[in-house]
């Protein structure tokens, strides 16, 4: 039975050297003095580069508050969208803030704090296609989305042909193209889009009557840090500072 014994004694090492990693996770990122934050940098106007370059957006910003109620830097670390949370995993960084939409097969291998943003999955099209009036009427058509998106797996469910992006910019390029008959994305980056460019030949087709809810997403198993996210978001809502970074990019509360 020694062997038994020796597998026992080995099972409960790593357990405790899992539980040792989970705990030290927060303390870890205070000692370093640094958040890291995986996003992906072309997803207007959540995590984008502005004309000089520099990484901005609702989230960037929404990572940099987090980061300074937890009493250290935000260091973001960006990545294509099909790749970004898989990054938890390789420990590339600490947390994705990417507009990640709560759903429960990402729960059962992930955890997420509590939702900080709400949004409409909208329905896409050129501005003279009369064709396409719902979802139920992607169905044959080609749809512009990243192919592990939410918005994908909506496309696909009602029948679509995916053409794979790397985010919303290029959906809407494929679009306008040509190349794509419509593209569901989010209904504030869309706003957000049209705001800039009035002009553009894209319009919202239909709208999806459920707001869905995103969160940040951090590997299972460090319930501190969960806890210290948690109690960052209530600190930047409670102070004001989450009324400001919605206000600046949507012109309201964001949040329900």
């Given amino acids: 039975m020694n062997w038994l014994k020796t597998l026992l004694v080995a099972g409960a090492l790593a357990s405790l050297t899992v539980q040792a990693q989970a705990a030290s996770k927060l303390e870890q990122i205070k000692t370093t003095g640094v958040f890291r934050i995986g996003t992906e940098g072309t997803y207007a106007p959540f995590t984008y580069h502005d004309a000089s370059g520099k990484l901005v957006g609702f989230d960037v910003e929404i990572g940099e508050a987090i980061a300074k109620a937890l009493g250290v830097k935000a260091q973001f670390l960006e990545g294509k969208w099909d790749g970004l949370i898989a990054g938890l995993d390789a420990d590339r960084y600490d947390a994705v803030i990417n507009q990640v939409g709560i759903t429960e097969a990402r729960k059962a291998k992930y955890d997420f704090s509590e939702p900080y943003i709400a949004s409409k999955a ?6 003279d296609n009369d064709e396409i009036k719902g979802f139920a009427d992607l ?3 080609k749809s512009a989305q990243s192919l592990t998106s939410n918005f994908g ?11 794979g992006t790397d985010g919303f910019d290029q ?5 306008i193209n040509g190349r794509a008959d419509a593209t569901i994305n989010d209904s504030l980056s869309f706003l957000d889009f049209k705001k800039h460019k009035p002009n553009a030949p894209v319009k919202i087709a239909a ?3 459920n707001a869905d809810f995103s969160g940040i997403i951090i590997r299972k198993g460090e319930p501190d840090f969960l806890a210290a996210i948690n109690k960052a ?24």
Avoid: H
């Fill in 122 to 127: 909208v329905l896409i099209v050129k501005s």
């Fill in 139 to 141: 169905k044959g058509k």
């Fill in 153 to 163: 797996k909506i496309a696909e469910s009602n029948g679509a042909e995916l053409v």
């Fill in 171 to 175: 959906s809407i390029q494929l679009l």
């Fill in 207 to 209: 709208q999806q009557e």
């Fill in 233 to 256: 978001l209530e600190t930047i809502k409670a102070d004001g500072t989450y009324k400001k970074i919605a206000d600046k990019y949507f012109g309201q509360d964001v949040s329900k």
